[in-house]
């Protein structure tokens, strides 16, 4: 079952982590609104969900990459996105 998950602090804001059963397909925070916990929040709220998930990132989103990791996830393979042709994690 796909869920999305949004967390509202005023108008302006539309933040947004999509899930499909276990596995994390996206959390969205705009660039203005990082760094104040909202990513933490969706996290968050995806652990309680579900008590093991599954993610990918890009290779070339170090960002992300360590937004996962500090959450504990760990590299179980690499692929190409078919899509773009970048690297997943």
Same mark, same amino acid.
């Given at each position: 079952?796909?869920?999305?998950?949004?967390?509202?602090?005023?108008?302006?804001?539309?933040?947004?982590?999509?899930?499909?059963?276990? %596995? $994390?397909g996206s959390i969205f925070v705009q660039p203005e609104f990082q760094g104040?916990?909202?990513?933490?929040? /969706?996290?968050? =709220?995806?652990?309680?969900?579900?008590?093991?998930?599954?993610? %990918? $990132?890009?290779?070339?989103?170090?960002i992300g990459r360590r937004f996962y990791a500090s959450y504990g996830f760990? /590299?179980?393979? =690499?692929?190409?996105?078919?899509?773009?042709?970048?690297?997943?994690?």
């Amino acid at each position: 079952m796909k869920q999305h998950i949004r967390k509202y602090e005023n108008k302006d804001l539309d933040e947004v982590l999509s899930a499909m059963d276990n %596995e $994390v397909g996206s959390i969205f925070v705009q660039p203005e609104f990082q760094g104040r916990g909202i990513g933490r929040a /969706l996290m968050d =709220k995806a652990q309680a969900l579900h008590r093991n998930l599954e993610v %990918e $990132v890009f290779e070339a989103n170090p960002i992300g990459r360590r937004f996962y990791a500090s959450y504990g996830f760990e /590299l179980l393979s =690499k692929k190409i996105h078919d899509e773009t042709g970048n690297v997943l994690l």
